[in-house]
């Protein structure tokens, strides 16, 4: 199983990146997917998640601003990002919870791509 991320790069404050993540390989099902974010010399956090169902959650730093969506017929799932800021600047990546086959599912990470916000 494969996370490959694309969409990140760098804009001005106020601008708009569309994150991009899909699932790929002996896939059975996809429980929840999100998206985390590390900053230099931060820990890694959640940013969004979104359900199979389609529920999400969304940090309170990036509510109103960030929207998080999913497909589940092509196993991808989008981050929306609106009036960044440059403290939204970090290496965002995906992560997803699969099950191969009818038994247990596990977490599975993207390699990460860099968004960087220019004041």
């Known amino acids: 199983v494969q996370l490959v991320e694309s969409g990140g790069g760098l804009v001005q404050a106020g601008g708009s990146l569309r994150l991009s993540c899909t699932a790929s390989g002996s896939i059975f099902s996809i429980n929840a997917m999100g998206w985390y974010r590390q900053a230099p010399g931060k820990q890694r956090e959640l940013v969004a998640r979104?359900?199979?169902?389609?529920?999400?959650n969304i940090v309170d730093s990036v509510k109103g601003r960030f929207t998080i969506s999913r497909d589940n017929a092509k196993n991808t799932v989008y981050l929306q990002m609106n009036s960044l800021k440059p403290e939204d600047t970090a290496v965002y990546f995906c992560?997803?919870?699969?099950?191969?086959?009818?038994?247990?599912?596990?977490?599975?990470w993207g390699q990460g791509t860099q968004v960087t916000v220019s004041s």
């Open positions: 992560a997803a919870n699969i099950a191969s086959s009818r038994n247990a599912a596990y977490p599975y």
């Open positions: 979104i359900t199979s169902g389609g529920d999400t």
